[in-house]
């Protein structure tokens, strides 16, 4: 029995050595090469193709769903900045960055050193609002 029990966890430090830390990209594609996701340096970066405006009303549909406590927006031409905080007092940070017509680089962190899982939550989050307002025509 102890002998399984070695092997499982030495298959499971094996298996977490391979992944590397929240430092190291991980690309994960959805939908063909066209829109990669990836996380890097504590930071999930997705390039979306829809428009500026849509995107900025799925972030904030996101941000209130998710039930974060906006703190400060930072709008600029081609950019939005939004800060919150989660239940918990970490905090939130969504960037919307034109990057070229119809593709918008969309970042997010959540936490001081970046946390992939809660961050590709807020992401289906903003694809779910993206998709209902899609099949609402707005």
């Known amino acids: 029995m102890r002998i399984h029990l070695a092997i499982k966890v ?31 340096e504590g930071e999930l970066q997705s390039t979306e193709s829809a428009s500026f405006e849509d995107l900025e ?32 007092g970490d905090p939130v940070e ?3 960055t034109m990057a070229s017509r119809g593709r918008i680089m969309l970042r997010i962190r959540i936490g001081m050193i970046g946390d992939e899982a ?11 609002s993206l998709a209902g307002n899609t099949a609402t025509g707005g």
């Open 10 to 40: 030495m298959t499971a430090a094996i298996a977490l050595a391979s992944i590397g830390t929240g430092c190291t990209a991980l690309q994960l594609i959805r939908g063909g090469d066209d829109n990669p996701i990836t996380f890097a």
């Open 94 to 96: 969504i960037h919307l």
């Open 118 to 128: 809660r961050s590709r939550l807020v992401l289906e989050e903003i694809h779910r």
């Open 57 to 88: 009303i799925a972030c904030r549909a996101a941000i209130d769903i998710l039930g974060y406590d906006e703190s400060d927006t930072l709008r600029e031409e081609g950019h939005i900045r939004w800060q919150a905080q989660t239940a918990g």
